[in-house]
């Protein structure tokens, strides 16, 4: 299932890879599509995992058993499902339950094909589109974006619309219908919102945004009796951001019965209803009048890798072409050492317990001979971080780890590499 790219062999080379994607969408330029699929249901030793940008509780709809296929591009996926009546139900249950601010239902007599990469078709009644990640930065830099903000769940009526009458809508369902004569109302419309820009920097003048750190600012939204908020917006390398609010919304915003929150940290980084408030009144329907919100950088933590006889973990000369050593944290991501050694990574003080406790796993990557090749050989401790650079812990890398193949000498076997 599309849960995200973990650290490997090519680790460098994916990250490069995706660094230039996302950037080369901030520019406006063109990209090729980042394209993953999945036939059948979930499988007992691949659960669909809910990514960093899916409302909670969405992700139980791509684990029902009934769904037969699923493909995303840039993080705009659908998930396909050929369902009974009751298992429609079912799906319906759910969706209702995941904490969205509208929950579109649209009704079709038919849908375009669910067509695998090698041109397979795979037979269905219900689909759901999800767009998170790349693609739904661009959608929300868009003030009316082709891509739904949120889950759209989508029923293929067919040749027996009749059928309709066996389903139980969710009470606050927004039910769409796209087929003439069918008398099908709906409890609730599509609300109509306006765009409001935003703006945010760095107690240091900078966009509170760095990429290059996995660092990210989201805007939350949030309700009186509701500890789950709803993510609305992300801030830009620009520093701003783009919120969609409905006069239903306006109203308990200036009244205090909803707010908006900031969120800086990492991908992961857990948003709260205490988090930093952002005040409606610096919102502005014109860019440039946005006001600046001014937050404090995400808390750093330090790490230092060196060689064994003291020297910067460069790699002189390289073995391919960008190879660079990398330490990957949980939560954190991928960093490379500076030319001292150092390192920094983005994390809150929960996730620095929380891979505290776990097993220590090798998390140092070597790049090997074959292009593209990066093996895990070393483990860096997240015991050892510091939020001191000063005091950060240092781990040293035998240089035979580095060595070309042909030119290691004879070892100890206590310290030989496997491979």
């Known amino acids: 299932m599309m849960t995200g790219i973990h650290s490997l062999e090519g680790n460098a080379v994916k990250i490069a890879l995706l660094a230039g994607i996302l950037l080369a969408v901030l520019a406006g330029g063109e990209v090729l599509g980042w394209g993953t699929e999945e036939v059948g249901p979930d499988r007992a030793d691949r659960p669909t995992v809910s990514q960093p940008d899916w409302p909670k509780g969405i992700v139980d709809l791509p684990r029902h058993p009934s769904r037969v296929y699923s493909m995303g591009v840039n993080g705009n996926e659908i998930f396909y499902f050929d369902a009974s009546v009751e298992q429609t139900n079912e799906l319906l249950a759910a969706f209702g339950r995941a904490r969205m601010r509208d929950h579109v239902i649209r009704i079709v007599s038919g849908g375009s094909p669910a067509r695998s990469f090698g041109e397979k078709e795979y037979k269905y009644n219900v689909s759901l589109q999800v767009v998170s990640g790349i693609a739904m930065s661009v959608?929300?830099?868009?003030?009316?974006?082709?891509?739904?903000?949120?889950?759209?769940?989508?029923?293929?009526?067919?040749?027996?619309?009749?059928?309709?009458?066996?389903?139980?809508?969710?009470?606050?369902?927004?039910?769409?219908?796209?087929?003439?004569?069918?008398?099908?109302?709906?409890?609730?419309?599509?609300?109509?919102?306006?765009?409001?820009?935003?703006?945010?920097?760095?107690?240091?003048?900078?966009?509170?945004?760095?990429?290059?750190?996995?660092?990210?600012?989201?805007?939350?939204?949030?309700?009186?009796?509701?500890?789950?908020?709803?993510?609305?917006?992300?801030?830009?390398?620009?520093?701003?951001?783009?919120?969609?609010?409905?006069?239903?919304?306006?109203?308990?915003?200036?009244?205090?019965?909803?707010?908006?929150?900031?969120?800086?940290?990492?991908?992961?980084?857990?948003?709260?209803?205490?988090?930093?408030?952002?005040?409606?009144?610096?919102?502005?329907?014109?860019?440039?009048?946005?006001?600046?919100?001014?937050?404090?950088?995400?808390?750093?933590?330090?790490?230092?890798?060196?060689?064994?006889?003291?020297?910067?973990?460069?790699?002189?000369?390289?073995?391919?072409?960008?190879?660079?050593?990398?330490?990957?944290?949980?939560?954190?991501?991928?960093?490379?050492?500076?030319?001292?050694?150092?390192?920094?990574?983005?994390l809150t003080q929960e996730q620095v317990e929380t891979i505290t406790k776990q097993e220590v796993r090798k998390n140092i990557y070597?790049?090997?001979?074959?292009?593209?090749?990066?093996t895990a050989m070393l483990a860096y401790p997240a015991s050892m971080l510091s939020q001191k650079k000063s005091e950060a812990g240092v781990v040293k890398?035998?240089?035979?780890y580095v060595m070309p193949r042909d030119c290691r000498p004879e070892y100890e076997s206590s310290v030989q590499i496997k491979e």
């Open 139 to 346: 959608a929300r830099e868009e003030k009316e974006s082709k891509l739904p903000l949120e889950p759209q769940l989508t029923i293929l009526a067919g040749d027996n619309p009749c059928a309709l009458e066996q389903l139980a809508w969710p009470e606050h369902a927004i039910v769409e219908c796209s087929i003439p004569g069918l008398p099908l109302a709906s409890k609730r419309a599509r609300p109509e919102r306006i765009a409001f820009y935003g703006r945010l920097a760095f107690d240091d003048g900078r966009p509170a945004v760095d990429f290059v750190r996995n660092v990210s600012t989201r805007i939350t939204l949030w309700e009186e009796g509701n500890n789950n908020g709803i993510t609305v917006a992300k801030v830009n390398h620009e520093g701003f951001f783009l919120v969609q609010l409905s006069a239903d919304e306006l109203t308990p915003l200036a009244e205090g019965k909803m707010w908006l929150t900031v969120t800086c940290g990492n991908h992961l980084a857990e948003a709260r209803p205490k988090d930093t408030e952002y005040p409606v009144v610096r919102l502005s329907v014109e860019k440039n009048n946005a006001r600046v919100l001014t937050v404090k950088s995400p808390t750093s933590f330090w790490g230092r890798i060196l060689f064994e006889d003291g020297s910067a973990p460069v790699l002189r000369p390289e073995p391919w072409s960008g190879a660079k050593i990398m330490v990957d944290f949980p939560y954190a991501g991928s960093v490379c050492p500076d030319e001292q050694g150092y390192f920094k990574v983005v």
């Open 366 to 374: 070597i790049p090997q001979e074959r292009p593209g090749a990066s």
């Open 397 to 400: 890398i035998p240089l035979l």
